[in-house]
């Protein structure tokens, strides 16, 4: 529903017409779309945040090198629902060349931190080392610089040479297939993502093991996002005679990608930083109490041997007479029966007669007896 001057229902009148579809409220797809994407935006600066924020108090290596290769990916996450507005607005010089060059870039770039994140779980099995994190980002850059070229070739045959053309829909030859057949990198880097997180899914570290299904479980969604939007987008509205529904498909595939990458990767890894920084901690208090004890530990033995040589010590010198009234100090006892020292020397000294035995004596007859 328009109104008599043309401009849709929700709409300015000295707005731009290519801006229609961010405010028409008869095309419900757009505002759905741009609200999730918005909200896509909020949730990755956010996660971005929490990231950096938990760099400092990590001391894994193999989780905190990770942290450069997951925040490029929040990069690219974050370009993917940028580039949905793109989608939603009409077609012009500009927007179809941001379209054709950046959907299959930002994508590429997701799907080598993925490929690369599953690259470094299967070395960390083998080789139990650490690989750096330059060493990541630096594979991811590898497997992405492969689809920028890709694509910048693609423009320069296409576009550039078609200057007064305004998108490449309107190109002679050029049709929704050669669209999707440009993309061919990309889904084999979206293949690879898949089968390399499976050999780690039997990882012999059991946080691993959860690393390599998150990443499974992202590729699988993935690849059924992927398949879905071709269909259509390749048959399915040629099959409705109409492409009206092109840019929405591609706007649907871009939205629904990207948050499958939030929820089910990067949300779960953010989470598992934040446990493994929490876990770090309570060590390091248990070791506090832990060093605490033994210095109580190590004082009490070191009186004991104080007290051990100042004893044998005063056991050189000269005794003293003691009383056996020294230790009375006037105060009742208690009811426990309680022998007092001269008690006690009485009662050794009655154990020491008792125990001693008398032997009869020799006695010689006497002269007068045997006479």
Same mark, same amino acid.
């Given at each position: 529903?328009?109104?008599?001057?043309?401009?849709?229902?929700?709409?300015?009148?000295?707005?731009?017409?290519?801006?229609?579809?961010?405010?028409?409220?008869?095309?419900?797809?757009?505002?759905?779309?741009?609200?999730?994407?918005?909200?896509?935006?909020?949730?990755?600066?956010?996660?971005?945040?929490?990231?950096?924020?938990?760099?400092?108090?990590?001391?894994?290596?193999?989780?905190?090198?990770?942290?450069?290769?997951?925040?490029?990916?929040?990069?690219?996450?974050?370009?993917?629902?940028?580039?949905?507005?793109?989608?939603?607005?009409?077609?012009?010089?500009?927007?179809?060349?941001?379209?054709?060059?950046?959907?299959?870039?930002?994508?590429?770039?997701?799907?080598?931190?993925?490929?690369?994140?599953?690259?470094?779980?299967?070395?960390?099995?083998?080789?139990?080392?650490?690989?750096?994190?330059?060493?990541?980002?630096?594979?991811?850059?590898?497997?992405?610089?492969?689809?920028?070229?890709?694509?910048?070739?693609?423009?320069?045959?296409?576009?550039?040479?078609?200057?007064?053309?305004?998108?490449?829909?309107?190109?002679?030859?050029?049709?929704?297939?050669?669209?999707?057949?440009?993309?061919?990198? =990309?889904? #084999? +880097?979206?293949? @690879?993502?898949?089968?390399?997180?499976? $050999? !780690?899914?039997?990882?012999?570290?059991?946080?691993? /093991?959860?690393?390599?299904?998150?990443?499974?479980?992202?590729?699988?969604?993935?690849?059924?996002?992927?398949?879905?939007?071709?269909?259509?987008?390749?048959?399915?509205?040629?099959?409705?005679?109409?492409?009206?529904?092109?840019?929405?498909?591609?706007?649907?595939?871009?939205?629904?990608?990207?948050?499958?990458?939030?929820?089910?990767?990067?949300?779960?890894? =953010?989470? #598992? +930083?934040?446990? @493994?920084?929490?876990?770090?901690?309570? $060590? !390091?208090?248990?070791?506090?109490?832990?060093?605490? /004890?033994?210095?109580?530990?190590?004082?009490?033995?070191?009186?004991?041997?104080?007290?051990?040589?100042?004893?044998?010590?005063?056991?050189?010198?000269?005794?003293?007479?003691?009383?056996?009234?020294?230790?009375?100090?006037?105060?009742?006892?208690?009811?426990?029966?309680?022998?007092?020292?001269?008690?006690?020397?009485?009662?050794?000294?009655?154990?020491?007669?008792?125990?001693?035995?008398?032997?009869?004596?020799?006695?010689?007859?006497?002269?007068?007896?045997?006479?």
């Amino acid at each position: 529903m328009t109104t008599p001057s043309g401009v849709p229902r929700g709409c300015e009148v000295s707005l731009n017409p290519i801006y229609f579809n961010l405010c028409d409220l008869d095309a419900v797809w757009g505002i759905v779309l741009e609200s999730l994407a918005a909200a896509g935006v909020v949730a990755s600066f956010v996660l971005m945040v929490i990231l950096v924020a938990s760099l400092p108090f990590l001391s894994d290596k193999s989780r905190r090198n990770l942290v450069a290769l997951q925040f490029s990916f929040l990069l690219f996450i974050t370009g993917l629902f940028g580039l949905t507005f793109a989608f939603i607005m009409r077609q012009d010089n500009t927007t179809c060349a941001v379209r054709r060059f950046l959907f299959g870039v930002l994508f590429a770039g997701c799907f080598s931190c993925l490929l690369v994140h599953g690259i470094c779980l299967v070395m960390l099995e083998r080789r139990d080392g650490h690989p750096r994190a330059w060493l990541l980002c630096l594979g991811a850059i590898g497997f992405w610089l492969v689809e920028v070229i890709i694509n910048t070739e693609w423009m320069i045959i296409t576009l550039v040479t078609n200057i007064t053309i305004p998108c490449y829909r309107n190109i002679p030859g050029v049709t929704n297939r050669d669209f999707v057949m440009a993309l061919i990198y =990309v889904m #084999a +880097l979206l293949l @690879a993502v898949v089968l390399m997180a499976i $050999p !780690s899914l039997t990882h012999k570290h059991k946080p691993f /093991r959860r690393d390599a299904l998150y990443i499974l479980l992202t590729g699988i969604l993935s690849m059924s996002i992927w398949v879905t939007w071709i269909v259509m987008y390749v048959y399915g509205n040629r099959a409705a005679g109409s492409q009206d529904w092109d840019d929405p498909t591609l706007a649907i595939a871009l939205v629904s990608n990207a948050w499958v990458f939030l929820v089910l990767y990067i949300i779960p890894e =953010v989470c #598992a +930083l934040t446990q @493994a920084s929490e876990k770090e901690e309570e $060590p !390091s208090h248990v070791d506090h109490l832990c060093a605490n /004890r033994s210095m109580v530990y190590e004082n009490i033995l070191r009186d004991q041997n104080l007290y051990m040589e100042n004893k044998g010590f005063s056991m050189d010198e000269p005794g003293k007479l003691v009383s056996p009234y020294s230790g009375y100090n006037g105060q009742l006892r208690s009811c426990v029966y309680q022998p007092t020292e001269l008690a006690l020397i009485t009662k050794g000294h009655m154990r020491d007669k008792s125990s001693d035995v008398t032997l009869p004596r020799a006695v010689l007859p006497s002269l007068t007896q045997g006479q």
